[in-house]
Each structure stands twice: as structure tokens, then as C-alpha cells.
């Protein structure tokens, strides 16, 4: 069955980084789109990057947009995200999803995203 594992979550304190990477399995890693999501305590799921099936297209969250790098390695079934210049208020659990319709497009919205990883903790200290 499709699995996605995330890792490299953390406590950082502000203007530090962090790279996050989810690694896929039981699917053709090259025929889906990836996408990171988080959710912080009391507030929805929002939207901060996804990238289309061969990486040349990305897409990003106004608010991280600049500070946040969302990167593939097809061979290796895995999904980077890049974190620098974290903010206190990036502190949430961070999902990535894979999106199993083919679309011109690269996805935003997380009814978009058909599996789901289990999520990974970053704080970050002010």
C-alpha cells in the first residue's frame, strides 16, 4: 500500500533551518505530484509547497515563499522541503501528501491530495 514517512522535524530556534524529506513507497513515485502541508494546534491544514511529478514546476505559499525550497529526488522516492529563516509561527506538524490525479497543474489545495504521511513536529523558539 502507498506510504509516505516524513523525518527531519525538530526544535529549532528562530532563523534556523530544518529540511524536512518524505519518503514514498508503493507507488510510482514519477506519476504524482508532492505537496507539503501543516497544521498548527487550533487552526486547519494550510498549504506551503508542492511540486509536479518530473520537479519542474513548484508552487508556494505567499508567507514562505522565499524562506521554504521544495525539491524531489525521483530515484530516491523522496520529497525535500528546505526550511530557513523559520518563525515561530512555522511551528505546526508538517504532512506531505502525494496527488493521484493527473493535472496541467500543480495542486494547492489539500482535497487535491489523495495519501497522506503521518507528520512531523517543527518548533521553533523565539
Known amino acids: 500500500q502507498v506510504q509516505l514517512v516524513e523525518s527531519g522535524g525538530g526544535l529549532v530556534e528562530a532563523g534556523g533551518s530544518l529540511r524536512l524529506s518524505c519518503v514514498a513507497s508503493?507507488?510510482?513515485?514519477?506519476?504524482?505530484?508532492m505537496g507539503w502541508f501543516r497544521q498548527a494546534p487550533g487552526k486547519e491544514r494550510e498549504f506551503v509547497a508542492a511540486?509536479?511529478?518530473?520537479?519542474?514546476?513548484?508552487e508556494y505559499s505567499d508567507s514562505m515563499k522565499g524562506r521554504f525550497t521544495i525539491s524531489r529526488d525521483n530515484p530516491k522516492n523522496t520529497v525535500y522541503l528546505q526550511m530557513n529563516s523559520l518563525k515561530p509561527e512555522d511551528t505546526a506538524v508538517y504532512y506531505c501528501?502525494?496527488?493521484?490525479?493527473?493535472?496541467?497543474?500543480?495542486?494547492?489545495?489539500?482535497?487535491?491530495?489523495?495519501?497522506w504521511g503521518q507528520g512531523t513536529q517543527v518548533t521553533v523558539s523565539s
Open positions: 501528501a502525494a496527488d493521484f490525479n493527473q493535472r496541467s497543474y500543480v495542486a494547492r489545495s489539500n482535497f487535491d491530495y489523495d495519501y
Open positions: 508503493g507507488l510510482t513515485f514519477t506519476r504524482h505530484a
Open positions: 511540486i509536479s511529478r518530473s520537479g519542474d514546476k513548484t
